[in-house]
């Protein structure tokens, strides 16, 4: 599975793996759903996060199987919602190149004029 995926990840253009991935995290969230590992962003627990990088860079657990958040991305998430007041408070939010996982879910909050 790894090879495939190394495979794909070199031969692909960037936008098209994009849209694939999107098309994959379902059938990857249930593959990888346990309880050792929980994502803030989606709020999904899962046995393990997927492996993300290339070459020597490539690491396990750092990619979330259903929203496909990374490590620093869970981490931002957690920041904004325990020390700011960026889910209650009314705020105008200017995101310039906003990461995937968090564009549905900040679209969806009433708080912000995004």
């Not at 996060?49 to 690491?59: E, I």
């Not at 960026?86 to 969806?108: C, D, G, S, Y």
Request: aromatic letters at 12%.
């Amino acid at each position: 599975m790894k090879k495939l995926i190394k495979f794909l990840l070199k031969t692909l253009p960037r936008p098209l793996l994009i849209r694939l991935s999107f098309l994959a995290r379902k059938p990857l969230a249930l593959i990888y759903k346990g309880t050792q590992n929980e994502c803030p962003v989606c709020e999904k627990q899962f046995r393990k996060f997927l492996a993300y990088g290339y070459g020597k860079a490539n690491r396990d657990n750092r990619l979330c199987p259903n929203c496909l958040s990374l490590e620093r991305h869970r981490l931002l998430w957690l920041y904004l919602k325990e020390k700011t007041g960026f889910f209650t408070e009314k705020l105008n939010v200017l995101h310039i190149a906003p990461e995937q996982p968090f564009i549905k879910k900040i679209k969806k909050l009433n708080n912000l004029n995004y």
